[in-house]
Nanobody, 123 residues
Framework: QVQLVESGGGLVQAGDSLRLSCAAS????????MGWFRQAPGREREFVAA????????SYADSVKGRFTISRDNAKKTVSLQMNSLKPEDTAVYYC????????????????WGQGTQVTVSS
């Protein structure tokens, strides 16, 4: 089992920046990739970004490309999401996820999920 705990959410204004962090514990040696997803009220949970643990290869949703950056700290077993130029449409609960078998933009690729952290961007 892998436990994930997110932190760093909050209320910001459009154009501001925010940094989310996710701390992993437990059987972290089994992790192949980690990702961030988000879910706005009344909408499906959607892919934001992912990073492959071995070589830090990254992937982003088109909606956040150029504004968000995912990174990982191998020693601390944390993954971060730096969010710049935030927009009201970025408002959502952000979830950290970890996968042991594959990586990518599909929710089914991830085995473990955090509890989520709220990000609210006001206009």
């Amino acid at each position: 089992q892998v436990q994930l705990v997110e932190s760093g959410g909050g209320l910001v204004q459009a154009g501001d920046s925010l940094r989310l962090s996710c701390a992993a514990s437990g059987r972290t040696f089994s992790m192949y990739a980690m990702g961030w997803f988000r879910q706005a009220p009344g909408r499906e949970r959607e892919f934001v970004a992912a990073i492959r643990w071995s070589d830090a290869y990254t992937s982003y949703a088109d909606s956040v490309k150029g504004r968000f950056t995912i990174s990982r700290d191998n020693a601390k077993k944390t993954v971060s999401l730096q969010m710049n130029s935030l927009k009201p449409e970025d408002t959502a609960v952000y979830y950290c996820a970890a996968g042991s078998r594959a990586w990518g933009s599909l929710k089914s690729m991830y085995d473990y999920w955090g509890q989520g952290t709220q990000v609210t961007v006001s206009s």
